[in-house]
């Protein structure tokens, strides 16, 4: 073809359309195809490792004569969301990432090393509906309130999402991301493509996973505290008794305690109720009548336990006024 163009580059590069197709791509580090990028097929040719929500097709791609080469000392490469009308080949890459719903055609992988792929339980919203997109090398991104999705495609990138109080989708794709969640009373539905990528969230929050593709990938979330089941602290307890005989009650954590007595169940949060018969001096207990007993509760089944205990930002500042 005589105008078939070839660009020798060098570094990240995003293919946002306007490529005349078929596009080769030849010798990438890293390729992610994200949601939605590719209107046609795709054919992998000696890739190292593929991760992949979408299942590679029996079909030999048959690109025909390629009319845009892009070759050069190629690190990343994006193709973004509507980003390739036609058929691409990758040849040569050594990982490559197939985001959910990325390809409408065919997927050839010819001479993988390994292929990672998980089935798509549920598709996620489209790619317009995301609150927010982390895209490239060593990138943050910051969300509060999120109503959609988030989605970090790429390396070493960190995303804050806060405030999480609706369902939302997070989709992950890429090595070394680290995501952060924080909310409560809602589901996190995750679609995680790579390896070692870190998700953790806050207690209260549900976490499904759709798509989980690959090696070295943690999700996880932090054990509701004590301080969640605890309503009144000994300190509590004891303050504003001066002088005289008194009872009181108060709960502390039980930290020996990795099961819980009162329920059974495994438990992070153990907490020990007492109640004190004493005589006390100045908020200090100097002589007990009666020790009482212990009883213990846990998040499982204390009153107490469950997202109601925190306020949101929002509604502390209501509270507030
Ligand atoms: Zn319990």
């Known amino acids: 073809m005589s105008n078939a163009q070839a660009h020798n580059l060098t570094g990240d590069i995003t293919l946002n359309g306007g ?127 999120p109503k959609h999705g988030v989605s970090v495609t790429g390396g070493r990138s960190t995303a804050e999402i806060t405030d999480v109080t609706t369902d939302i989708e997070l989709i992950v794709s890429g090595w070394d991301n680290t995501i952060d969640i924080t909310g409560r009373t809602a589901t996190v539905t995750i679609y995680l493509l790579g390896s070692q990528n870190t998700v953790t969230t806050s207690p209260y929050i549900d976490i499904e996973i759709d798509t989980r593709a690959g090696v070295e990938n943690t999700i996880e979330q932090e054990p509701v505290p004590a301080s969640d089941i605890i309503d009144t602290t000994r300190e509590e307890a004891y303050a504003g008794h001066l002088l005289g005989r008194d009872t009181v009650t108060f709960q502390e954590p039980a930290t020996d305690k990795d099961y819980c007595p009162n329920c059974g169940a495994n438990a992070s949060a153990v907490v020990t109720r007492r109640q004190e018969d004493a005589f006390f001096v100045t908020n200090s207990p100097i002589y007990r009548f009666d020790a009482g007993g212990s009883s213990y509760e846990c998040e499982n089944c204390s009153l107490n336990a469950g997202p109601e ?7 502390r500042k209501q509270v507030l006024g």
């Open 19 to 145: 490529e005349e197709t078929p596009i080769s791509v030849v010798d990438a580090e890293n390729v992610h195809f994200r949601r939605q990028s590719v209107t046609g097929s795709v054919k992998l040719i000696n890739p190292e490792y593929v991760f992949s929500c979408q299942r590679p097709t029996e079909q030999t791609v048959q690109p025909g004569e390629t009319e845009t080469t892009v070759s050069g000392s190629i690190e990343d490469i994006y193709v973004a969301h509507d980003g390739v009308d036609g058929t691409v080949v990758i040849d040569g890459a050594q990982d490559v990432y197939i985001e959910p719903n990325a390809i409408t055609g065919d997927i050839e992988i010819v001479g993988e090393e390994q292929l990672f792929y998980n089935q798509l339980t549920d598709s996620p919203y489209g790619y317009d509906a995301y609150d927010a997109h982390g895209l490239g090398w060593k990138r943050s991104v910051s969300v509060s309130d």
């Open 309 to 315: 205990v925190r306020l949101s930002e929002e509604e």
